[in-house]
């Protein structure tokens, strides 16, 4: 069966991870340049001082998009750029950058889809508490509205936050990304706070007439080793893959915000305010056990089964159906967009100067097939974008995965595209002439 007719092929990228030009035209530092600065914290010390080099390289990989014939690209917005301090004046420098990006988008045919938080804090808001405090989710809104007044005439579509579970657990719990912070259950309130930013957001972009607002999050098929460890995958799902959807489409939180002193009874009002879409982002399902110690209510246990990515996470494209089924029972969803998917491996250019990337194109056609059996089942999925255009600075794995589809040199700066990207070319062709009326 064809695509609904209006379906969106695209990329994704993110700021801190192909940007680079930190220094330049007023940017300020964020959380993640003091995170990866930090001895230790990144594997052999890499940092997104440098990474792609997209701040100045960006019409060339606007001719990459071009070539690949996307409908769409989805990039973020660093806050650091704009609003350096993370509150007061604005950087118009910084905005400039974007500014031209998004021209450069629209002269080449490809629709500007924009994330304003993926994850790079100005670093005066952490000093000052970070998501722990109330108050950055007003300071987003702000910048919401400050992005939005520069660039919402030409942005086809917005994402307030990438994966906000990753920032609570990853940033603020374990401590394994910036801003490296170890509070366990502790981190709670960055989640509610981090909702209410959306929320706050939503209504900040409506008021400057945004088209198309919508959150990303990080969704994971919650696996139970065995029956008896069916409470801790459901306390699992509950927080990879309720927490920050619940508020959001259903008005309410899973049990594990019960009685929480920083949740305000007005904030869910906010947090649940209408958006576009949703969007969805799917690596790989994750398999849980009842803990042996520790504060977490589950433990999780390695997927040997499945083939594996280059940084081990399991090849499982029927979890990603079984994901978009879930959600669709669960919520009477907004439209979906599949906003990443995709995975790394070593890739290497051959002596004949090709990046074979043969396991790439098999992951992509893999969950492609997963998606579009979704989408005849009847599910409204409105687009997929493929992690990643380029190889790019994989938070604190540096540069070591490859998840582009071009190739980086990071060396010469010099790009080449892989295999997988002249077959998602040809893929995007080929269902041009396969859409349907929805
Ligand atoms: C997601 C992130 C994205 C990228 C991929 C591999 O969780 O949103 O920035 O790192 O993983």
Same mark, same amino acid.
């Given at each position: ?31 993640? /340049? ?12 890499? !940092? ?16 990459? @998009? ?17 609003? #350096? ?14 500014? *031209? ?30 998501? @722990?405090?109330?108050? +950055? ?15 919402? /005439? ?27 912070? !170890? ?5 709670? #309130? ?15 972009? *409506?008021?400057?007439?945004?088209? !198309?607002?919508?959150? !990303? ?15 801790? =995958?459901?306390?699992? /799902? ?16 899973? /049990?594990?915000?019960?009685? =929480? ?35 977490? #209510?589950?433990? @999780? ?7 594996? +990515? ?24 907004? #439209? ?34 997963? @998606? ?67």
């Amino acid at each position: 069966m064809g695509l609904p007719e209006g379906f969106r092929w695209g990329v994704a990228t993110a700021a801190y991870q192909i940007e680079g030009a930190v220094g330049e035209d007023g940017r300020g530092p964020s959380t993640w /340049d003091t995170f990866s600065h930090t001895p230790g914290r990144v594997r052999d010390g890499h !940092t997104g001082d440098v990474a792609c080099d997209h701040y100045h390289r960006w019409p060339e990989d606007v001719a990459l @998009m071009a070539g690949l014939g996307v409908d769409s690209y989805r990039f973020s917005i660093a806050w650091p750029r704009v609003q #350096p301090a993370g509150s007061g004046p604005v950087n118009g420098k910084g905005l400039d950058f974007y500014d *031209r990006l998004v021209d450069g988008l629209l002269a080449a045919g490809i629709a500007p889809a924009a994330t304003l938080y993926h994850w790079d804090l100005p670093q005066p808001l952490e000093d000052a508490g970070g998501w @722990m405090e109330r108050d +950055t989710a007003y300071r987003f809104a702000e910048f919401s509205y400050l992005a939005a007044e520069r660039l919402a /005439d030409r942005v086809d579509m917005w994402i307030t936050l990438n994966e906000p579970v990753v920032v609570t657990a990853y940033g603020y719990a374990f401590g394994v990304y910036a801003p490296g912070r !170890t509070l366990m259950l502790d981190a709670l #309130p960055t989640a509610h706070h981090q909702l209410l930013a959306h929320g706050l957001a939503v209504h900040a972009l *409506r008021g400057r007439n945004a088209r !198309t607002i919508g959150l !990303t999050n990080h969704y994971s098929p919650a696996w139970a080793a065995s029956p008896d460890d069916q409470p801790a =995958a459901d306390a699992f /799902d509950g927080f990879m893959n309720r927490l920050f959807t619940d508020p959001v489409l259903l008005g309410r939180y899973p /049990d594990l915000m019960d009685d =929480a002193p920083f949740v305000r009874s007005e904030d869910l009002a906010v947090i649940a305010t209408p958006i576009d879409f949703l969007g969805v982002n799917y690596y790989q399902p994750t398999r849980l056990a009842t803990p042996s110690e520790g504060p977490l #209510p589950f433990d @999780m246990v390695d997927i040997t089964e499945h083939p594996t +990515t280059g940084m081990g996470w399991p090849i499982v494209p029927e979890a990603f159906l079984s994901l978009l089924r879930t959600l669709d029972s669960r919520y009477d969803l907004p #439209p979906l967009y599949i906003t990443e998917n995709g995975c790394s491996f070593p890739d290497e250019i051959g002596p004949d100067g090709v990046a074979d990337d043969s396991s790439r194109i098999d992951f992509l056609d893999a969950h492609i097939k997963a @998606m579009r059996t979704a989408i005849d089942e009847g599910i409204d999925i409105r687009g997929y974008y493929t992690w990643s255009l380029l190889d790019n600075f994989e938070w604190s794995e540096g540069y070591h995965p490859r998840f582009g589809l071009v190739h980086v040199d990071y060396e010469t700066q010099k790009r080449t595209p892989k295999k997988s990207y002249a077959w998602y070319r040809d893929l995007i062709a080929s269902s041009r002439t396969q859409t349907e009326p929805r």
